[in-house]
């Protein structure tokens, strides 16, 4: 079980390694260079605004699913149809909520034109998410993988004849060939997983009492809260930014966001072994200490190198990957980067928080990032535009961290490691110091950026940060 538990993660770390970055860097970037940051970055904000009421779409009823299935694979044939009919009730209730929030924010009639197909993206999406969770709770792991990075490869597949075959296309490539490639790719493989679901039961349409389907709402309603408040303080900030300044700035915002987006699919990957095995630990209360600290301290040399090197080659990526790049859009990425480290803390401590249960914490600390992350950008975006936001999210992203981490040394009684921290903060302190020195020498820019990330890994080892007896005990867990 657990040579078929790594392989199949590894799989589906590397398909998805494999087929997003490209769709980032290859498409979704090179969109934003064809049709200039105005119309992305409409494009951006409106994209953010269909998220943030995308969890009445699913209301935690994935996960409950999942497990439900997975305990009792029978389920599967009076689950899967009927679970279905009650999504097609939330996706109405989905389009109702999104369009009135959409006339009461003031989108003009094409902006609520462009906002109606990215919400069906939105509910598509969903029906894929749900679906998927019938095929990992049936053991289909190799099928889910490829399900994962079908709809991006397929939209590659698209927007690349779009942008790169004049004859599809021709010269006036605009957003909406973007969008409805996405739309294409979503439900050809929405129809693909329902396919792959076939024959494994004898589905049975029963219509449930109300009282049933109650409980179950009720039973995912603490899991659909925290993925509605987390995904209000994720995404706000981008339609704040185009409500409160312009287009033009969100586009510049949108820029720098995709490739911390980018950095957090690593995240969130490195994220999805943590649960089964904190939950396992903490059900057979098992000390969780020595996972705690490995995964911790991994995530944070990944995230803080990361930033180091963004903070020092901001402006040389930037003017790499974009046309229109600026000194401005360069201290945009290089500040919104660090937010990484904040945010990768939070993979491991509300990961953490999660496996043990603690859903009302984690929804107050996201109310907090709410009123945290909304105060600040009504308060810096008039003045500093998208500046303004980054600097708004940096400081929300730590707030959250911080107070994940104080829950989780309260509820866990974690022992701090001070030599380690100490450890922790000199490579910090002198990864920054060499990677100043550098950065004043003439050495051109993508030589010295890997003697820079050299630098940093030979500052790992000098500080022993990462001990072979660590990774020993990273492979017990996995027994």
Same mark, same amino acid.
């Given at each position: 079980m657990r040579k078929k538990f790594a392989g199949n993660l590894l799989l589906l770390i590397f398909a998805n390694v494999l087929v997003k970055p490209f769709w980032i860097f290859g498409i979704d970037r090179v969109v934003q260079n064809r049709i200039g940051p105005d119309e992305y970055g409409t494009y951006f904000a409106l994209f953010n605004f269909?998220?943030?009421?995308?969890?009445?779409?699913?209301?935690?009823?994935?996960?409950?699913?999942?497990?439900?299935?997975?305990?009792?694979?029978?389920?599967?044939?009076?689950?899967?149809?009927?679970?279905?009919?009650?999504?097609?009730?939330?996706?109405?209730?989905?389009?109702?909520?999104?369009?009135a929030s959409a006339m009461l924010t003031g989108y003009s009639a094409l902006q609520i034109k462009m906002l109606a197909f990215l919400a069906l993206n939105q509910v598509i999406l969903s029906y894929i998410l749900y679906l998927r969770s019938n095929l990992t709770?049936?053991?289909?792991?190799?099928?889910?993988?490829?399900?994962?990075?079908?709809?991006?490869?397929?939209?590659i597949i698209f927007c690349s004849c779009f942008l790169y075959l004049p004859y599809?296309?021709?010269?006036?490539?605009?957003?909406?060939?973007?969008?409805?490639?996405?739309?294409?790719?979503?439900?050809?493989?929405?129809?693909?997983?329902?396919?792959?679901?076939?024959?494994?039961?004898?589905?049975?349409?029963t219509l449930w009492r109300?009282?049933?389907?109650?409980?179950?709402?009720?039973?995912?309603?603490?899991?659909?809260?925290?993925g509605l408040l987390m995904t209000i303080y994720y995404r706000i900030d981008a339609i704040m930014l185009e409500r409160m300044y312009s287009a033009a700035e969100t586009g510049i915002y949108a820029q720098s966001y995709r490739l911390l987006d980018a950095m957090n699919q690593?995240?969130?990957? #490195?994220? +999805?072994?943590?649960?089964? =095995?904190?939950?396992?630990?903490?059900?057979?209360?098992?000390?969780?200490?020595?996972? &705690? /600290?490995?995964?911790?301290v991994l995530m944070f040399l990944f995230s803080g190198c990361a930033a180091i090197l963004c903070m020092f080659f901001g402006n040389d990526i930037m003017h790499l990957l974009y046309h229109n790049a600026s000194t401005y859009s360069s201290r945009i990425f290089s500040l919104l980067m660090i937010s990484f480290i904040p945010i990768s803390s939070v993979y491991i401590f509300g990961t953490l928080l999660t496996a043990h249960g603690s859903m009302k914490i984690l929804n107050i600390i996201a109310v907090g990032g709410i009123l945290v992350n909304v105060i600040l950008n009504l308060v810096l975006i008039p003045s500093y535009g998208a500046l303004g936001t980054t600097t708004a999210t940096?400081?929300?992203?730590?707030?959250?961290?911080?107070?994940?981490?104080?829950?989780?040394?309260?509820? #866990?009684? +974690?022992?701090?490691?001070? =030599?380690?921290?100490?450890?922790?903060?000199?490579?910090?302190?002198?990864?920054?110091? &060499? /990677?100043?020195?550098?950065?004043?020498?003439?050495?051109?820019?993508?030589?010295?950026?890997?003697?820079?990330?050299?630098v940093l890994l030979v500052l790992i080892l000098v500080f022993q940060l990462l001990p072979f007896s660590m990774l020993k005990q990273l492979k017990a867990f996995t027994k």
């Open positions: 269909s998220f943030l009421f995308g969890i009445v779409l699913d209301f935690g009823l994935s996960n409950f699913n999942n497990r439900a299935v997975a305990r009792h694979p029978s389920r599967l044939a009076t689950y899967l149809p009927n679970l279905m009919v009650l999504k097609l009730g939330l996706s109405l209730l989905y389009f109702l909520v999104a369009f709770a049936l053991h289909l792991f190799k099928i889910d993988s490829v399900i994962s990075v079908l709809d991006r490869l397929l939209a599809f296309a021709g010269p006036d490539f605009n957003i909406n060939y973007f969008i409805f490639s996405q739309t294409a790719a979503l439900l050809i493989t929405a129809i693909i997983a329902l396919i792959a679901l076939r024959g494994r039961q004898a589905y049975q349409l109300w009282r049933f389907v109650k409980a179950i709402l009720l039973k995912s309603a603490p899991f659909a809260m925290l690593f995240g969130y990957l #490195f994220g +999805v072994p943590l649960m089964p =095995l904190f939950a396992s630990m903490i059900r057979r209360r098992e000390s969780i200490h020595d996972l &705690l /600290s490995f995964s911790a940096l400081f929300t992203q730590t707030v959250v961290a911080i107070f994940h981490i104080y829950a989780a040394n309260v509820i #866990f009684k +974690v022992r701090w490691e001070w =030599l380690l921290l100490l450890r922790l903060a000199g490579f910090v302190v002198l990864g920054v110091g &060499l /990677s100043w020195l550098l950065s004043t020498t003439q050495i051109q820019w993508m030589v010295r950026l890997m003697i820079n990330g050299g």
